[in-house]
């Protein structure tokens, strides 16, 4: 059984309703806030539309961290979500509890997403996460000459897409990258 807070009242009905509809895909959407490239996102869903082999894909699901656009418009999951919708696919957002859980908000509901998307797979469904990388850009940030993934590209990726991507691997989930096009190896 997922690790599902009571205030996921979403994500709770679909896991514990034996009446919930049955999702034939699901897609756990992770990335970084900085994320502006619709067109890359495009292609990475048609991409991935086409691995699962579309004529099999009935009833997909989206499942989002539900963190909204900058003032700028950008941000993986915003952009995300619009995508899905625009396509008339269902899209549940699960969204981090800052006020309860403060600076760890992001990681727990980070572990939640994985631990639903794990639910849906022992319930049938074809799923995958999609990692959308991009720098950090979080000003002196302390880990600012780590790197993450990719020795070649200098800087180290946003906090929270590497960690819901770790999760997503570590719990068996089939991951896809997709880099930010401003990033070149070094």
Request: aromatic share 6%.
């Amino acid at each position: 059984m997922p690790h599902v807070t009571p205030d996921d009242a979403a994500a709770a009905r679909i896991v514990n309703n034996p009446r919930s509809p049955v999702y034939s895909h699901v897609d756990l959407v992770t990335g970084a806030r900085s994320w502006d490239d619709e067109i890359g996102m495009r292609a990475a869903y048609r991409e991935g539309w086409q691995g699962w082999g579309p004529s099999g894909v009935t009833s997909p699901l989206l499942v989002s961290g539900h963190c909204p656009a900058d003032r700028d418009g950008r941000g993986a999951d915003a952009m995300a979500e619009m995508l899905w919708r625009a396509e008339g696919f269902e899209v549940l957002p699960v969204p981090a509890d800052w006020k309860t859980y403060g600076k760890r908000a992001g990681f727990i509901r980070n572990q939640q997403m994985v631990d639903l998307v794990v639910a849906l797979l022992k319930q049938g469904s074809a799923v995958r996460c999609t990692a959308f990388l991009d720098l950090c850009r979080r000003p002196r940030c302390p880990q600012s000459h780590d790197q993450q993934l990719m020795p070649l590209v200098a800087g180290h990726f946003s906090h929270g897409t590497v960690d819901c991507r770790t999760r997503a691997i570590q719990a068996g989930i089939e991951t896809f990258d997709v880099m930010h096009p401003s990033l070149r190896p070094v």
